[in-house]
Structure formats: structure tokens, C-alpha cells
């Protein structure tokens, strides 16, 4: 026997959807730069806007992330990149749609010698696209490409990153969740 009263689930889900989206930009910034395997490696985000499909993460050298030779360890350049384009796209999507990182390439172009950025933006058309593609039940795989900058602007390396879209009624993930995005299709139960 629950002590909670019967609607609770309904009341948590209008909390979510009319409270959380003015909290979830600055909580989730502070969220992602106190990730441990962020704060280890050195990673900042320095600006997230899920709805507007943008992220801006920098790492700065230091001696918890040179490599053998002194430059930016590779492994943390991968990681500013890693989670973006996943998170973008499950906020931008809503949860009618499972969202997975399918792959990834680094390609390394310059030693990173100073402070480094990354840009991940993904276009409010790209979402359409991908609604159209995966209207019929199947599998999307869209690939985005990020430039990673030094302080001089000159391109350090390149991650391409591909994702897999599947509308979630046909997909075998069916409970993938996320606590960190905005539940774009939520349905309002009480009416």
C-alpha cells in the first residue's frame, strides 16, 4: 500500500514538464562540470542549450591531462566531445525516440599545446530530417563532425561521431531513460 496519493505520478510529470525547463539549463551545466570523469580530465563546459542544439566544452593543459609528450591527451579531446550530440538529440527529440551513440573516429591534425575548444551544434532542420527518416519504424544514422580549435583557431583534431535514431515503439531499447533531458513528449494524463 503506497502512502503517496494516486496522482503523484501524475503530479511529477507536470513538475517535470513545467518547472525542471527553467532549472535544467543552469543545473545542467553544473551537472555535466561536476561529472567526475569530466572534472578528472579537465573538461569545462562553458555553454549548453539542449534546445537550441548547442554545446561549448573546453580543456584547458595542465599536468593531469598531457600526454607522454606533453600535449593534450587524446583521450580527454575524444571526451569533450563524447556525450553532446546523444544529449542534443534525446532533448530535442523527446522520449517517443531511443537515441544511442553508435560510433566514433578521432583524427588527430596538430599537437594541442594550449587551451582547446569544441563546438557541437546540431540544426533545428536536422530534427525534422530525422523525424521524417524514422517515421516509418526505422533506423537513422546521422553522422556529425566537430572541429576541436586551439587558442589560435587552428584545428587541433576532428571527431566525427554517428548516432542511432529509432522511433522507441520499434526499437529493442525500448527503456532507455535519461534523467538530464527535457521530456518533450510528455502527455498531460489528467485531461
Not at 571527431?159 to 498531460?188: E, G, I, M
Request: charged residues 25%.
Amino acid at each position: 500500500m503506497s502512502l503517496l496519493p494516486k496522482n503523484f505520478d501524475n503530479l511529477k510529470r507536470k513538475a517535470k514538464k513545467n518547472i525542471m525547463p527553467l532549472l535544467t539549463p543552469h543545473l545542467f551545466k553544473l551537472r555535466i562540470n561536476t561529472y567526475p570523469p569530466y572534472v578528472g580530465a579537465g573538461i569545462k563546459v562553458d555553454h549548453i542549450d539542449l534546445d537550441q542544439g548547442l554545446c561549448i566544452s573546453s580543456l584547458s593543459l595542465t599536468a593531469l591531462n598531457k600526454n607522454a609528450v606533453g600535449t593534450q591527451f587524446g583521450g580527454s579531446l575524444y571526451a569533450m566531445v563524447d556525450p553532446f550530440y546523444m544529449l542534443i538529440l534525446m532533448n530535442q527529440l523527446g522520449s517517443s525516440y531511443v537515441v544511442w551513440d553508435k560510433s566514433a573516429q578521432i583524427d588527430f591534425i596538430a599537437p594541442g599545446n594550449s587551451r582547446v575548444t569544441a563546438k557541437m551544434k546540431v540544426p533545428s532542420s536536422e530534427i525534422g530530417i530525422i523525424q521524417e527518416l524514422a517515421k516509418n519504424g526505422d533506423p537513422v544514422f546521422r553522422e556529425y563532425e566537430t572541429e576541436i580549435v586551439d587558442d589560435k583557431q587552428k584545428v587541433v583534431a576532428t571527431v566525427k561521431k554517428t548516432v542511432y535514431v529509432r522511433l522507441r515503439k520499434f526499437s529493442h531499447s525500448k527503456n532507455q531513460s535519461s534523467s538530464v533531458y527535457q521530456d518533450k513528449n510528455l502527455d498531460d494524463a489528467s485531461n
